[in-house]
């Protein structure tokens, strides 16, 4: 088990502070608005559907390229010294500019997200989901949640799960 930082909620402030000095509320909202601009656009629709066609893409990549040409739009291309924490303050705008309400109404991956609290209650019964392996042969032969369940037999068992997006 990895011990967390006593530090972490410091180290998190002064890297928001940071990311706030890079640009100013408005430029955010502008490079917000024209993402979504980008987003809702029929090549970019095309791209995503094309993407999600294909085994060896996806849609967050042509995400991340989008980004990128919005950053450059806006002056912080590749070459920027601070071309990756502008695509951070992208990404996280809404928490990065609590105050300003338009970096939570205009991404759609904001304003439409379904994330919440989970609701399930110790002793309840779960939802069988399927797994899949962190890396080849970790998991395995296990191919569902109520597998893994059953392959514990009495010990204790602890299931993290996340989303990469």
């Known amino acids: ?8 909620g410091a180290d998190e402030h002064i890297r928001v502070a940071a990311l706030r000095e890079l640009m100013d509320g408005p430029t955010v909202v502008a490079m917000l608005e024209r993402e979504n601009e980008l987003r809702l656009s029929t090549r970019v629709q095309e791209l995503y559907a094309a993407a999600e066609r294909r085994s060896d893409t996806d849609w967050m990549e042509v995400t991340l390229e989008l980004q990128k040409q ?6 912080y ?5 601070r071309h990756d924490d502008v695509l951070v303050v992208l990404r996280r705008a809404a928490a990065i500019y609590p105050e ?14 379904r ?4 609701r399930v209650v110790a002793g309840e019964a779960i939802v069988d989901v399927p ?10 032969c296990r191919t569902s949640l109520t597998a893994l369940l059953a392959g514990a037999g009495e010990r204790p068992l602890v299931v993290i799960a996340g989303s990469y997006s």
């Open 70 to 75: 919005v950053a450059t739009e806006f002056g």
């Open 131 to 140: 797994l899949l392996p962190l890396a080849d042969g970790e998991i395995g």
């Open 1 to 8: 088990m990895v011990a967390a930082s006593n530090n972490a």
């Open 115 to 118: 994330a919440g609290e989970g």
């Open 100 to 113: 300003l309400p338009e970096t939570a109404a205009i991404p759609l991956y904001v304003k439409h997200n």
């Open 77 to 81: 291309g590749p070459d920027h010294d």
